[in-house]
């Protein structure tokens, strides 16, 4: 029976040995459900998210090293702006379907992916009309690969949301394993059209929409077999609209630094830009991991975040220190790394991806406090840190790239890093009830 009820608890004797060994490093037997779930889980995201993140890498490689600057440069201002349209598929609703499947509530899925598609549909004539004026203005290039984003684009987002239903069904070793299957397709058409059709925009464009959409909807279908309820809760749907309405702004200030940066300096520039933010953007990336990892715990618990910071001190600090000397590593080693990855026409640029120090050291505090805030419903701070904060974004961008170029752009990316932060702790320290040290220890 003994060994029955081990079994029960752990997948493995090496998951238990792991569980143990660093419930010892961090706060003792306390810790063991939570390391448990963080090991068994958290194998597969830092999976699925390092495994993206190299395939990533190894594409924009790819890509700098067969295109010229010119057209590396349309084809990141064609997907930038691409992605400011993914507002109209109503993204809020990736994150209170998380919430609601988490709470059991699985008929959200098919409601939110049906609103999503219908939503898209907006945005095919605004792509249609922006083909329309890079053609009269003689760019017929990308002209063309709006017309195809604008027939892609209802079925590129909405099915997509079998992420977020496989995030709140604590699948994670099936979302790593779709989701590796499918980068590595992506990457692997995407290398070869641009080694055969060299310097083709239009293919590439094509490339990227055709295999990203064809994968969405075949997961999408499949994770059917997950549906255990028909039950549905609208105050859901109706908050991810709020955080739809929230994050528009947030999505502009997301991609406004990349669309300037092309339209203002040139493709050249955006392609300098792309690829000195490159590692940085992709281990802000990764940090997402720890956030989809927590925002499960997050919505079904009832400690705030003062709560959680005193009650696991440890395990705080020493993330900390990790974090620290991340950013040492990348600062020291990136102008090696972009020389030796990117060859040396972006070498003269190493300076400008070393300031990226701050946004790496920032990545995963702010993704953890940014899925806390959601998870808990905070709206005074989620207005503060989205869309003021997004305003606030928006202005810098434009004031710092129009008067001072490229390294406006990116003095201002990481500036705004900071900036965020400042906004979680203030709304933090500001809206939440104030509890002893002692008490929240034995929370």
């Known amino acids: 029976m003994k060994d029955d009820k081990s079994k029960s608890k752990f997948s493995s004797m090496r998951e238990k040995n792991a569980v143990l ?21 958290g194998f597969w995201m830092t999976l699925k998210e390092g495994a993206t993140t190299l395939l990533g ?52 899925y098919r409601n939110s992916v049906h609103i999503s598609f219908w939503w898209s549909l907006i945005a095919v004539p605004l792509l249609s009309s922006l083909a329309g004026y890079f053609y009269i203005i003689g760019n017929q290039d990308v002209a063309a690969s709006f017309l195809i984003s604008a027939i892609f684009f209802p079925f590129f987002y909405a099915p997509n949301t079998w992420n977020a239903f496989l995030v709140g069904k604590q699948k994670f070793n099936l979302l790593t394993r779709w989701n590796i299957i499918s ?9 070869t059209m641009a080694w055969i059709f060299k310097n083709n925009l239009i293919v590439l464009v094509f490339s990227y929409f055709f295999s990203y959409t064809i994968f969405n909807y075949i997961w999408y279908k499949k994770s059917f077999a997950l549906i255990q309820t028909d039950k549905k809760n609208e105050e859901d749907i109706d908050y991810g609209f709020f955080l739809t309405k929230l994050s528009t702004l947030e999505i502009v200030a997301s991609y406004i630094d990349k669309v300037l940066v092309g339209l ?28 989809q990892l927590i925002f499960p715990k997050f919505s079904t618990s009832k400690k705030t975040f003062v709560d959680i910071l005193y009650a696991y001190q440890r395990p705080w600090l020493l993330f900390t220190l ?18 030796l990855l990117f060859s040396e026409q972006y070498t003269p640029y190493t300076y400008l991806a070393q300031w990226f120090t701050i946004t790496v050291v920032l990545s995963f505090p702010l993704a953890v406090l940014a899925y806390y805030v959601l998870a808990k419903k905070e709206k005074k701070i989620i207005i503060l840190s989205r869309p003021i904060f997004a305003f606030i974004r928006i202005v810098l961008n434009a004031f710092a790239i129009y008067f001072f170029g490229l390294i406006g752009a990116v003095v201002a990316f990481n500036l705004s890093m900071l900036i965020r932060l400042f906004f979680f702790l203030f709304g933090i320290k500001y809206t939440q009830p104030k509890k002893g040290k002692d008490e929240c220890l034995r929370i």
């Open 183 to 191: 980068v590595l397709f992506q990457s692997f058409l995407l290398v």
């Open 57 to 108: 890498v190894f594409v924009s490689v790819a890509l700098a090293r067969l295109l010229t600057k010119e057209t590396y440069g349309q084809y990141q201002l064609v997907i930038t702006i691409i992605s400011l349209f993914s507002v109209f598929s109503i993204p809020g609703l990736n994150s209170s379907l998380t919430r609601s499947v988490a709470r059991g509530y699985d008929g959200n």
């Open 21 to 41: 060994f660093l419930a010892k490093i961090f706060d003792g037997a306390k810790q063991v459900p939570h390391l448990q779930y963080f090991i068994g889980n």
């Open 322 to 339: 990790s974090m620290v000397a991340i950013s040492g590593l990348y600062y020291v080693s990136i102008p090696t790394l972009i020389r």
């Open 264 to 291: 203002l300096l040139g493709p050249e520039s955006l392609a300098i830009y792309t690829i000195v933010s490159l590692i940085a953007v992709k281990i802000k990336d990764l940090s997402k991991v720890v956030g």
